[in-house]
């Protein structure tokens, strides 16, 4: 037999969290997280692809030096080499900066999200309450044919489906730091739990769970150990 929770999460009656919370997450928090999420696919890559351009030009300096006619196609490769090291963490930055302001912008509404996490023996549950504008309310009314159909869309947008982590087969990934635990599945999708909204009991616990089921999916990088 299952229940629903204020945010529509789903429990079994015979099986209680180990944790349960709900909460918001600060506009801080958010891009503390996205700096983590960016630093564990996006910088790596681009030092392996910068490294690799950098070869090219400690090459091509070494045929400067050894074939002299070649100078000029030379110099111009490693122009276009050093070019390109410039673009990649040009676009690092921006893409930091940007999503830092779209973050901003939307910072009232973020807040006012709620979260709840409910944490098991071997996975996790998450859900959502997703806070709508009365402005952007009456915008999908406007777009929507009756009322049933604006009842129904904006009931899929403030309650998306209930996400569910199994630690032990799907492959989820966990970072913690001194202030959050960062959870991810795939390359494009994160999951930010906040350690604020836990007693220090409660952490320890969560992390012990993590360990367990994760063992090398889970990563402590927090500075003071």
Same mark, same amino acid.
């Given at each position: 037999?299952?229940? +629903? ?7 079994f009656d015979?099986?209680e969290?180990?944790i349960?919370k709900?909460?918001s ?7 503390c997280?996205?700096? =983590?999420f960016q630093?564990m696919f996006?910088?790596?890559?681009? =030092?392996?692809f910068?490294?690799?351009l950098?070869l ?6 070494y045929?400067?030096?050894a074939y ?5 196609t030379?110099?111009?490769?490693i ?7 410039f673009?990649i963490w040009n676009n690092?930055r921006l893409?930091?900066k940007?999503?830092?302001?779209s973050l901003?912008d ?5 807040e006012k999200?709620?979260?709840?996490l409910k ?5 996790l ?9 009365? #402005?952007d309310? +009456? ?7 009756t009322d049933?159909a604006y009842e ?5 947008? =403030?309650h998306?489906?209930v996400t569910?982590?199994n630690?032990?087969?799907d492959?989820?990934?966990?970072i ?5 635990f960062?959870l991810y ?7 930010? =739990?906040? +350690?604020s909204?836990l007693?220090?009991e #409660?952490?320890n ?5 993590f360990k367990?089921n ?8 927090? +500075?003071?150990?």
């Open positions: 037999m299952e229940s +629903k929770d204020t945010l529509g999460l789903e429990t015979n099986e969290p180990v349960a709900e909460y997450v600060d506009i801080e928090t958010y891009k997280g996205f700096e =983590i630093n996006a910088k790596k890559r681009n =030092i392996i910068t490294v690799l950098l090219v030009c400690a090459y091509n300096v045929l400067i030096t002299p006619d070649y100078m000029f030379c110099v111009l490769i122009l276009i080499c050093l070019s390109l090291v673009i690092a893409l930091k940007n999503f830092g302001r901003d939307i910072k009232g509404d973020l999200d709620k979260y709840e944490i098991f023996d071997t996975y549950k998450l859900a959502s309450e997703i806070y709508v504008s009365d #402005e309310k +009456k915008n999908l009314r406007d777009v929507m044919e049933e129904k869309e904006l009931e899929s947008y =403030i998306p489906p569910v982590m630690l032990k087969t492959n989820v990934k966990i913690e730091n001194e202030n959050l960062l599945e795939k390359k494009t999708v994160f999951y930010v =739990i906040p +350690k909204i007693s220090e #409660e952490c616990k969560a992390r012990e769970i367990k994760l063992e090398g999916l889970f990563k402590d990088i927090s +500075k003071s150990k």
